[in-house]
T-cell receptor, first 117, second 109 residues
Framework: DTAVSQTPKYLVTQMGNDKSIKCEQN?????MYWYKQDSKKFLKIMFS???????INETVPNRFSPKSPDKAHLNLHINSLELGDSAVYFC????????????????FGPGTRLLVL | GQNIDQPTEMTATEGAIVQINCTYQ??????LFWYQQHAGEAPTFLSY??LDGLEEKGRFSSFLSRSKGYSYLLLKELQMKDSASYLC??????????WGAGTKLIIKP
């Protein structure tokens, strides 16, 4: 069984379009994340979300919005795509972090390779 | 600011030992993670250190010195399948992982 799954795996689209990437986890985790990995391989956190709180990296443009229909899903919607949005987007999940639950591993999805033309 | 530094690339020989260093500066500290990422694949968890010292797990060991803001990942008996990028990440006071750019490890026969 796949723990964290993302669709689509590849996404090629034109500038200005709106697109969504879906993520689902079947691990029963409380917290989900979206990361962007650029061509230099830096993993940058975009959002973390549990049923209590959405934490947004302030550097993320508001064209990006996470949508969570339930605890097992965190989808990423992107409006008005730009060339610089081309990257690999990873979804991840973990148990909720707290003082008593340090070191909880984040499990990553396979990634979505987005190419904006 | 928050910063994670690790070498961009390292080369080692099959069967040998290699040490990948990482220095970190984060707002608060809730532990240091190492992940492995093969080309075109997702990162996978290798180790977690929150106390000073060495944690050994099979061929892989990870070390932490909180006073120095320093960690290393030690890989023994290198195999060709160990060719990958190794990502160091520090968890800050908000429980967010701050990632390094990764060290690309090339294993030669």
């Amino acid at each position: 069984d796949t723990a964290v799954s993302q669709t689509p795996k590849y996404l090629v689209t034109q500038m200005g379009n709106d697109k969504s990437i879906k993520c689902e986890q079947n691990l029963g985790h409380d917290t989900m994340y979206w990361y962007k990995q650029d061509s230099k391989k830096f993993l940058k956190i975009m959002f973390s979300y549990n049923n209590k709180e959405l934490i947004i990296n302030e550097t993320v443009p508001n064209r990006f919005s996470p949508k969570s229909p339930d605890k097992a899903h965190l989808n990423l919607h992107i409006n008005s795509l730009e060339l610089g949005d081309s990257a690999v987007y990873f979804c991840a999940s973990s148990q909720e972090m707290s003082d008593n639950q340090l070191g909880e591993t984040q499990y990553f999805g396979p990634g979505t390779r987005l190419l904006v033309l | 600011g928050q910063n994670i530094d690790q070498p961009t690339e390292m080369t080692a020989t099959e069967g040998a030992i290699v040490q990948i260093n990482c220095t970190y500066q984060t707002s608060g500290f809730n532990g240091l993670f190492w992940y492995q990422q093969h080309a075109g694949e997702a990162p996978t968890f290798l180790s977690y250190n929150v106390l000073d010292g060495l944690e050994e797990k099979g061929r892989f060991s990870s070390f932490l010195s909180r006073s120095k803001g320093y960690s290393y990942l030690l890989l023994k008996e290198l195999q060709m399948k160990d060719s990958a990028s190794y990502l160091c990440a520090s968890m800050d006071s908000n429980y967010q992982l701050i990632w390094g750019a990764g060290t690309k490890l090339i294993i030669k026969p």
